[in-house]
């Protein structure tokens, strides 16, 4: 278990996260309803690197409940397969770990092959009213859900600028209910859902141009 308690650990300067794999720039992993904040900037570089990660842990720390990663200001996803926030994991269907881009939150995947929001093994990502995830790389993606388990919510602001790129790449549960979401060049998707998945959107404007795709 690694606590953080509550709005006590905030970044509020800058983190740059480099070198070899599997390093991050924050970690919260506990059973409870912690979270970490990042008000300043993370920059992550090198290959399969994580900004922000969440872990739903094995020791109850009091009350169960939601650990959250939140983002109120910027990452910026440089480099090869790495990843603005991770959310790992759950203690119920209401207890999930939680990635969640704030009204103030950009996040920008300039890298290739990169994420900006992810959530595997039940966890949950939401990119909140106003937030923004900026993705201009190649083969890189907004928003995922990996798995049939896990879940994503958009509210605010997606938008793909990179060749073959996708806004949300849906495995698992999807909803858009407010919001925008924007492709504007070649083989790009607005939201690709594999079969067997659940996507909804019940509100919000997708927009594509330049031989993108809106749903795939």
Do not use: C, H
Request: zero cysteines; glycine letters at 16%.
């Amino acid at each position: 278990s690694i606590r953080a308690y509550t709005d006590a650990v905030i970044n509020s300067g800058i983190i740059n996260v480099s070198g070899g794999y599997g390093n991050s720039g924050m970690i919260l992993k506990v059973a409870a309803a912690d979270n970490i904040t990042n008000t300043g900037t993370i920059n992550i570089s090198g290959t399969s690197n994580i900004g922000m990660r969440v872990d739903y842990g094995s020791v109850n720390a009091g009350t169960a409940g939601s650990p959250t990663a939140q983002n109120k200001n910027t990452i910026n996803v440089n480099d090869t397969r790495n990843m603005g926030i991770i959310a790992n994991g759950n203690g119920s269907t209401t207890n999930r770990a939680s990635g969640v881009n704030g009204a103030a939150g950009i996040i920008r995947v300039l890298g290739d092959n990169s994420t900006g929001l992810f959530s595997i093994s039940e966890g949950s990502v939401t990119n909140s009213a106003s937030g923004q995830i900026l993705v201009s790389g190649t083969s890189s993606l907004g928003l995922v859900v990996v798995d049939n388990s896990s879940v994503g919510t958009n509210s605010g602001i997606i938008n793909i600028t990179g060749n073959s790129s996708a806004g949300v790449y849906n495995l698992g549960t999807f909803d858009m209910n407010s919001g925008s979401l924007t492709a504007s060049t070649p083989s790009s998707v607005g939201i690709y859902a594999k079969p067997l998945s659940t996507t909804r959107i019940t509100g919000g404007t997708i927009t594509v141009s330049n031989g993108s795709t809106a749903l795939s």
